[in-house]
Structures are given as C-alpha cells and as structure tokens.
C-alpha cells in the first residue's frame, strides 16, 4: 500500500510540474519583456527551461517505472514519450509559434500521462482488493 501512495503522491506532482511548464511554455513568450522589471528574468533562461525538462522526466520516469510494476500498462508510458516528442520537436525543430504550441502541448500531454497512470493505479488497486490473488 505504501507504494500505492509513493506513485499517487508521484502522479500528483507530475501533474503540477508539467502543468506549470505548460503554462510556462505558453506565457513567456507573451512577457518575456517584462520579466526583469519584476526580477523574474530568469524564468526566460534556457537553464530554467532545462530544469523544468529533466525534472518533469525524472519525477515521471519515476512514477511510471513503479507503476509500471504494479499495473503492467503502457497506455502512460505511451502518452509520456508522445508529450517528450512534443517537447523535443518544439525545442530542436520548431521556430516562432510552432515552437510556442509544441511545447505547451508537450506540458499538457505530460500531465496527461500522470493522470492516466493515476487512474490506472486506482484500477489497479480496486482490482486487487476484488481479486486479491491477480
């Protein structure tokens, strides 16, 4: 049960992660003028945009990976990679707004991955808990 938790609170922060890097994505462009009139110029660094790549990757490389052992899905897995694509194509291939949609919809397609595992762990427990022996 303990890890059931561990991949709840996992998915849970995955979600946040990648929904601030989409909304991250999708608005500095918007006010990257403004930002060091606030002292927030760093947020438009590409060491930030790095961070928020390889956290979002660890914290659901993580999750997945122990998910993985209790469920055996790939839908996340699936989903996840797709949302990496998104980000990799956005950073290496896109230019002006290709860029701006692709990575946005990266973030978004990131969470989603955290959300379908979540759901896939509680369908995983509620059908554990009606079939102990699966």
């Given amino acids: 049960m303990e890890s059931e938790t561990l991949t709840n609170k996992l998915d849970k ?3 946040t992660a990648s929904t601030i890097c989409a909304i991250h994505c999708a ?3 918007f006010i990257v003028s403004l930002l060091p009139l606030w002292s927030l110029g760093f947020l ?3 060491w930030m945009e790095i961070s928020m790549i390889v956290l979002s990757l660890v914290i659901g490389s993580w999750a997945l990976g122990v998910s993985w052992t209790k469920h055996r899905r790939t839908k996340a897995l699936r989903i996840f990679i797709c949302g990496f694509v998104f980000i990799a ?3 290496w291939f896109g230019h002006g ?3 701006h949609l692709l990575l946005p919809a990266g973030g978004l397609t990131i969470a989603l991955a955290h959300y379908t595992n979540w759901k ?3 369908t995983s427990l509620k059908t554990s808990e009606i079939n102990p022996e699966l």
């Fill in 13 to 15: 922060i995955g979600i």
């Fill in 27 to 29: 608005v500095v462009p």
């Fill in 44 to 46: 438009a660094e590409e």
């Fill in 89 to 91: 194509a956005g950073h």
């Fill in 97 to 99: 707004s290709t860029e």
């Fill in 120 to 122: 896939q762990n509680l």
